[in-house]
């Protein structure tokens, strides 16, 4: 047990240097803090002294000014009492306001500090979700990385602002109070803090007891913020399955556990305070008490009256702020969990020398022929015996072997769940494979620099994911490289500029979270012009959507064939069009390539492909383009 405690002891300490490095940028604010902290800690015992001098002065109490003090004072040995007063009131007032700037100096650089070491942090985490390999996405829910870069990050600042520092700044004002008392009259001192072993027992189990509190109030918390995070963006589901009355009922849970977390700290706090309080009265009792029966001086019992103020009122706070020390070193082991992730990818450089070779120069080719200029590849592809697995050894490419010429077209078909996505998701280097090689231009896909590599692919995905924004935003993702020109030079490639200009403001379209004002057949399309804009070499392509309306459905089929042409296409196919035109179509079961042919060979056949077909399609309609597979 004790080993436990001392290795969680020096693993607080690893922790907390990790957590100091963000701090080296601003260690001279930091170790003015600590400065500044230690100053109020030695001017702290200073105006009680002054209160009692003052106090055994007005009362014609002998009291022996320090030297220092007449000095300072401006006095005479032969002052008068009037004088006196009035000299050490106006350097008391003096003195407070000096006081006050370096508290307000304190807690302005504490906080500061905090900010920057949280913007710092949150600038490392975000950079290090951003090189994660998308495997981490699969197996991390969001919200939990969402907490980790907003609100854990957020804790840590209460390490500086509310935590380590002004607990330091705390103690010290304690000690040095402490040490005052007993170089004044020892035994005094000691009477006056008999029931302070009380307050010590109090505050540990009060520290104890919030801490359990508040860690309930913080998984409750999160429990809360899942809940309505899934709940609101599913709300249509809830809606269309009259599934409010249930679902408010599973809300009201959650959301009564947090209320009896809550109040189970705020028991602790009326309970605590009171006891603090108490002891306080017992104190000053026991202060008076004394002073009187031995005929001490009246100054003396003021001075420590409020010395004894000096030492209770931070420890009403020091254990909540030892909980707050507590909760941010947690939420800092939680972030650097995120941090030292070793499941990235390799580096990637700055993507805008993506966009270096503009839109025009990379349609020099006559016919939509890929143009060479600035060493782009050429599109051939190779997948050579590729095992790949999500988890472990449950693979879901098995053995998976194909070629790709140069500026053909593939479909790749089969049922749910047959590996078409994984295929495509592994050509982007998305994923690393177990088993085998993949090639592009004969180079493994390993050996590119994957900038270099991902630049050359273009990906239109089914589920089409747009950001909040215009849609010019959404086109260029911001990048200021990307013209406007050349945006509307594609829109017109692509067929959709007639629409664009349709829509209130154009281009500065405000297409709201997710595109949700745009349909499923517009959004694709600006997916298509986005792909167009990066001029690819090889296009990887999940076909339309269903459900989109007769006039999107035209202009996706047109937006299709200008995208192919010329350049290698991965295409999962849903259209018979498409696959028609395909050079060769791979069919794909439960991980495995079970035919490789042209849909006349594969037909003509009469295997698992000419099977799938007869399934998907009814004798009436097989030659109808719209009819999926």
């Known amino acids: 047990m004790a080993k436990d405690k001392a290795d969680k002891k020096v693993f607080d300490i690893s922790l907390l240097g990790r957590l100091f490095n963000f701090v080296r940028p601003y260690s001279k604010f930091f170790y003015t803090s600590l400065l500044l902290a230690i100053l109020m800690a030695f001017i702290a015992p200073i105006r009680p002294y002054l209160i009692q001098l003052t106090v055994n002065k007005s009362i014609n109490q002998s009291t022996p000014l320090p030297i220092w003090l007449h000095k300072v004072l401006f006095l005479e040995q032969n002052s008068t009492v009037f004088q006196f007063i009035i000299h050490i009131t106006i350097f008391q007032i003096i003195f407070l306001f000096v006081e006050s700037i370096i508290r307000f100096t304190f807690s302005f650089i504490t906080s500061w500090l905090g900010q920057n070491v949280v913007k710092d942090m949150r600038v490392t985490v975000y950079e290090k979700i951003m090189s994660l390999n998308l495997s981490q996405f699969d197996k991390t829910p969001i919200g939990t990385l969402t907490t980790r870069t907003i609100n854990d990050i957020e804790s840590i600042n209460d390490i500086f602002s509310d935590g380590l520092i002004p607990i330091v700044a705390d103690l010290l004002t304690i000690i040095i109070t402490l040490i005052t008392m007993f170089s004044m009259n020892w035994k005094v001192a000691l009477v006056s803090l008999v029931p302070f072993p009380i307050l010590i027992v109090a505050t540990y189990y009060f520290k104890e007891s919030v801490n359990a509190s508040f860690t309930k109030v913080r998984n409750a918390v999160a429990a809360l913020n899942a809940f309505v995070q899934e709940h609101i963006t599913g709300m249509h589901i809830v809606q269309a399955f009259a599934a409010e009355d249930r679902e408010f009922e599973k809300f009201n849970t959650i959301n009564i556990q947090h209320r009896d977390a809550n109040i189970k700290a705020i028991f602790a706090y009326s309970v605590f305070f009171p006891i603090v309080e108490l002891v306080l009265a017992i104190s000053t009792g026991l202060l008076v008490w004394w002073v009187a029966d031995n005929r001490l001086d009246a100054g003396l019992l003021v001075a420590f009256i409020l010395y004894l103020n000096q030492i209770f009122r931070p420890l009403r706070v020091i254990a909540d702020k030892f909980n707050v020390l507590q909760m941010g070193m947690i939420a800092a082991e939680r972030v650097f969990k995120v941090l030292d992730n070793e499941d990235v990818m390799p580096p990637i450089k700055d993507s805008n020398t993506v966009y270096r070779q503009t839109f025009t120069e990379g349609q020099n080719a006559d016919n939509g022929q890929r143009s060479t200029v600035n060493g782009q590849l050429k599109g051939s592809i190779d997948f050579e015996h590729v095992w790949f697995a999500y988890t472990e050894e449950q693979y879901v490419l098995k053995d998976i072997s194909f070629s790709v010429d140069a500026g053909e077209t593939i479909a790749l078909v089969g049922h749910t769940g047959s590996g078409k996505t994984s295929i495509i998701s592994l050509l982007n280097r998305l994923y690393f494979i177990q088993k085998g090689i993949i090639k592009v231009d004969g180079m493994n896909i390993d050996d590119y620099p994957i900038e270099k590599l991902r630049s050359s692919i273009g990906v239109v995905l089914q589920d089409v994911f747009l950001f909040s924004g215009s849609v010019m935003d ?50 694709q399309l600006i997916s298509f012009i986005r792909a167009l804009l990066y001029n690819p070499s090889i296009l990887i392509m999940d076909e339309a959507t269903s459900s989109i309306d007769t006039e999107s459905e035209i202009l996706i089929q047109k937006a299709i064939d200008t995208l192919i042409k010329g350049r290698t296409s991965i295409v999962i196919a849903h259209r018979l069009s498409t696959i028609r035109k395909a050079n060769k179509i791979i069919v794909l079961d439960k991980g495995e390539i079970k035919e490789i042919g042209s849909h006349e060979e594969l037909l003509a056949s009469g295997g698992f492909y000419s099977k799938l077909y007869e399934m998907q399609f009814d004798k009436g309609v097989k030659e109808v383009v719209s009819d999926k597979l």
């Open 474 to 523: 959404n086109i260029t993702l911001r990048n200021p490289l990307v013209s406007r020109e050349s945006v509307i030079e594609a829109a017109k490639m692509i067929g959709m500029h007639d629409f664009i200009m349709q829509l209130p403001d154009g281009y500065d379209y405000n297409v709201m979270e997710r595109g949700s004002t745009l349909s499923l057949g517009q959004r």
